[in-house]
């Protein structure tokens, strides 16, 4: 306002300055004109001259400076009104505050309130004028004023107390003592009553202020700075699981003996009993980190779910409780009692002090017959690495209605924190220890740190409830209030005001946790900025001109190129699929053809014999074994096909080795899953006995396809039973003289045997498959003169049935190779007795083609589509397995990107939360 009006006077002075010399030839003017009226008669010569002449003059200077100011001031004042125009304009439009301030009425009302609040304390305190511009820091101030007013006024009663002791009689001083201490505590409590109410107004403002800023549609909600934190939080706990080095960011451990009350003070702190309760029973089994914040409604929510539980309905803290425990329970594993899983969860509500604490399962003294052997350990260990952090504050929580002596987290806490720079101690269910102890100085060297070995930045004296589950928190706060309002240690002044109640608790640890963040996050930053340019620079020199991929990347590039097989697949051409399943069918079943079907009926030697056996059989197999067997080769088949096409990509220039490993174990798991469906069976059991009953070979290209299959077949037999005779008979006469091989005396036996069945095949080519009695007898009567030892039967037959399959086999070569041209003489019926192999395996070759077709409909029309979903469902469950991942992607590159990426992720965190703090710290 200042500058407004000094400016304001200078552009009066200069359109003063402008408008003088107009002003002054107005002024000429009139006294010219004025001087013309007066006759020049007039003027004569009298010795009054001089003086009428100065009065003349007198009166023309006045006049001037009459119109001089009036001029002036009328110019300034035009230049005053449109420098207050264009001031006016060029301000901004602050129409949009009107809809975030509260209304006038609400605002005249809290007006009245507060000049009520300073009336009624203007007689027993003087009290700053200013008291009703109270906000967080005023009240701070005004509550650091009072506590020092209380303890000069008990440090002047104790000196009164000594001075009137010689001269006063001690009934008069007790007297005097106890009227003071109750003058002191009807202030206190009046003092602590208008706070109560202010504080909750205050809330009430707020929450007000936050819905408006919440349902505002143009303004964009920011993240809280604590919830920022929460998620610094949060990826460091994923980051370094240890809990050793990284992460030293400061939060608020809470730790104590099991069922001190340290669950009860967090939910005080936290404004609703969020967690499960149980009489002398463990409950907290792994750590909860609780993230305070305050808000317009008062809700919990997990890290990981969506769902919000309203605090101020009892079934949702119903089932708030419910799923704590059951996120307890889940995390113990093994066997264990407690786990090192840490469950997450922010609480907002209005008036909330801002801040994140870590609930620890309490420190036991015997490990019970339920419990893990080594849980008493554990818990320790688990307290004593929270605890380790430098920057952790330490809520130290002790049962005051135990003995001290029985104390097990003080010593914890003495042997991590020895100077107490971080620690605060608190001392529950001080209502039990008043009425236990006999002594109440013991509660009050308690408190100021006489008793335990251990120091502390402050101690506190709280009261957690009734023991009563069903009590809730205001009912809570009440009786905490109503204790101390009663209580005699703090009505003899044992215990100061500021050292009781959750309130001042929970202000004094967000102060310190607040204090402590600021002084340790830059650091923080700092030191994941470097940790990460040496991972960057490791990567260039390991891993030159390639993409950093954590896990999450190369999984999401490993199932990109699986689906761009399984594209692949289906790219496959109808005859490669036919030609496939074909082979895959005749090396399932041609063992059960040659074994079952064609040996018995092509070695009855009566050509209509052979036909009824070769009905019999075909039927029985296509009614119960060759459906099933059908769909197996086509299982395999599509399964062959698709690891063909994995193997490829696994060999190709471009392939990433590292995916091989997951690749392979995502087929597998596909194909395991991967069953061909029911009906198929039923499907192709029908069109194969169709094939199967058909006896008429259609064509000559029919037929000399069929010729060909049961030569290729022959031979291949011929084959098999060559290499086997060779096993018994040993090296043949060139192996021995050109590759100096011997026969044993088992082949040299062997061959001896073979010699004289040869004789009875030459004698008879159309020998049956079983030798008779009597040539056995002729057999080992021969042999006994020219081997020295006896033959028994069993090696006779074993030598018998190779000989004779090869005997066979080539008879039947021979026929075919005749029959290769007795198509016409087929047709006639004057070659069908020579031919029934050769219609034999044209039918089974029919049956082989249609069943072939048929798969190949199955693969294209259904199995190739359910396959597709298997795999995707397959690759699904591996992307939400960290553990599957893990295990399957792994090598120095991996790990090196992955914390590579967790590190800036964290970096960039930090940086973003120390910008926002920074941002709040200068507002």
């Not at 201490?181 to 707020?206: A, G």
């Not at 008493?376 to 952790?392: V, W």
Request: charged share 30%; aromatic share 8%.
């Amino acid at each position: 306002m200042l500058r407004r009006g000094t400016a304001s006077l200078g552009c009066a002075y200069e359109t003063v300055k402008k408008y003088q010399p107009q002003q002054r030839g107005i002024t000429m003017l009139m006294l010219n004109k004025s001087r013309l009226l007066v006759p020049t008669t007039q003027y004569v010569q009298v010795p009054q001259r001089g003086a009428a002449m100065f009065i003349g003059r007198l009166l023309r200077g006045a006049l001037k400076i009459r119109y001089l100011v009036l001029g002036g001031a009328l110019g300034g004042g035009m230049t005053l009104q449109k420098s207050y125009e264009q001031w006016k304009e060029n301000l901004p439009d602050m129409k949009w505050l009107e809809q975030y301030m509260p209304p006038p009425d609400k605002i005249d009302a809290f007006r009245e309130k507060m000049i009520k609040f300073s009336s009624d304390f203007k007689d027993s305190f003087e009290v700053n004028p200013k008291l009703k511009q109270l906000g967080e820091a005023k009240y701070q101030n005004f509550r650091d004023w009072f506590d020092k007013r209380l303890d000069e006024a008990i440090e002047a009663t104790e000196r009164a107390e000594v001075e009137a002791a010689s001269s006063a009689p001690s009934e008069n001083l007790t007297t005097r003592l106890e009227r003071l201490q109750d003058e002191l505590m009807q202030n206190q409590l009046k003092y602590q009553k208008q706070v109560d109410r202010l504080e909750k107004e205050n809330r009430e403002l707020r929450r007000q202020l936050l819905l408006r800023k919440t349902g505002a549609p143009p303004k964009k909600v920011k993240k809280s700075l604590i919830d920022m934190y929460s998620e610094v939080l949060d990826e460091l706990a994923e980051f370094d699981s240890s809990y050793n080095t990284q992460d030293h960011l400061p939060r608020v451990v809470v730790v104590g003996d099991q069922s001190s009350g340290k669950t009860s003070v967090l939910e005080m702190i936290a404004q609703a009993r969020i967690f499960p309760r149980g009489a002398g029973e463990m409950m907290t089994r792994s750590p909860v980190k609780v993230t305070l914040s305050e808000g317009p409604y008062h809700v919990a929510q997990f890290k990981d779910n969506s769902r919000e539980f309203d605090l101020t309905k009892e079934q949702d803290l119903a089932d708030l409780r419910r799923e704590v425990e059951i996120r307890m329970k889940n995390s113990v594993r093994g066997g264990h009692t407690v786990s090192n899983e840490v469950i997450s969860m922010s609480v907002k509500g209005p008036g909330l002090q801002r801040m994140v604490l870590v609930d620890l399962p309490g420190i036991i003294s015997t490990v019970t017959q339920d419990m893990e052997r080594h849980t008493k350990d554990a818990i320790k260990t688990m307290s004593e690495l929270y605890m380790s952090n430098p920057n952790a504050i330490i809520l130290c929580i002790q049962d005051g209605s135990v003995d001290a002596e029985r104390s097990n987290v003080t010593d914890i806490v003495s042997q991590v924190d020895p100077q107490g720079r971080r620690t605060i101690f608190v001392l529950t269910k001080v209502d039990m220890a008043e009425e236990n102890l006999t002594n109440p100085d013991r509660i009050q060297k308690i408190l100021s740190g006489r008793l335990f070995p251990m120091k502390a930045l402050g101690y506190f004296a709280v009261v957690t409830g009734r023991g009563r589950k069903d009590d809730s928190i205001q009912t809570i706060k009440e009786y905490e209030e109503q204790f101390f309002r009663k209580s005699k240690i703090f009505k003899d002044g044992r215990i100061m005001s500021a050292q009781v109640t959750t309130r001042n608790l929970s202000m004094a640890v967000s102060e310190c946790f607040w204090k402590m963040v600021r002084e340790t996050v830059e650091q923080q930053a700092d030191s994941f900025k470097a940790t990460r340019f040496n991972l960057e620079t490791e990567w260039k020199n390991n891993f030159p001109r390639q993409r950093e991929l954590d896990r999450d990347e190369l999984f999401e590039k490993a199932r990109g190129e699986i689906l761009d097989e399984m594209v692949n697949l289906s790219q496959v051409s109808a005859k490669q699929w036919e030609e496939l399943f074909m082979q895959r069918l005749w090396d399932k079943v041609s063992g059960h053809v040659f074994e079952n079907i064609y040996l018995p009926a092509g070695q009855s030697g009566n050509s209509g014999q052979f036909n009824t056996l070769v009905d019999i059989k075909l039927r029985e197999w296509a009614d119960q074994k060759l459906p099933s067997g059908s769909v197996e080769a086509g299982w395999e088949g599509l399964h062959k096909e698709l690891q063909t096409f994995m193997r490829k990509s696994s060999t190709a220039k471009d392939n990433d080795e590292v995916l091989n490993t997951l690749k392979q174990a995502v087929l597998h798991e596909t194909l395991k899953k991967h069953v061909w469906e029911d009906k198929a069976a039923d499907m192709l059991r029908v069109i194969q006995l169709n094939a199967l009953e058909d006896r008429a070979v259609h064509d000559k290209q029919h037929w000399d396809s069929a010729v060909k299959f049961l030569e290729n077949c022959l031979k291949e037999r011929l084959h098999e039973t060559e290499e086997r005779l060779r096993e018994l008979l040993g090296p043949s006469t060139k192996e021995k003289w050109l590759y100096w091989k011997y026969a044993t005396p088992d082949q040299t036996l062997r061959n001896a045997i073979r010699n004289e069945l040869d004789k009875i095949l030459y004698k008879d080519p159309n020998h049956l498959p079983l030798l008779k009695a009597d040539e056995v007898t002729t057999i080992k009567g021969n042999l006994q003169n020219s081997v020295e030892q006896d033959v028994s039967e069993n090696i006779i037959q074993e030598t018998w049935d190779p000989i004779y399959r090869r005997h066979f086999m080539r008879s039947s070569l021979q026929r075919a190779f005749s029959c290769r041209k007795g198509y016409f003489l087929y047709q006639q019926g004057l070659a069908a007795d020579e031919c029934n192999d050769v219609v034999l395996f044209w039918r089974i070759q029919q049956m082989l083609k249609v069943t072939s077709k048929a798969l190949r409909q199955q693969v294209v029309n259904r199995e190739a589509r359910r396959l597709d979903k298997e795999i995707k469902e397959v690759l699904e469950d591996f992307g939400q397995d960290r553990d599957m991942k893990e295990n399957l992607l792994t090598g120095r590159r991996v790990l090196l990107a992955e914390k590579l990426k967790r590190v800036r992720h964290i970096q960039e965190k930090l940086e973003e939360f120390v910008q926002a703090l920074n941002k709040e710290k200068s507002n």
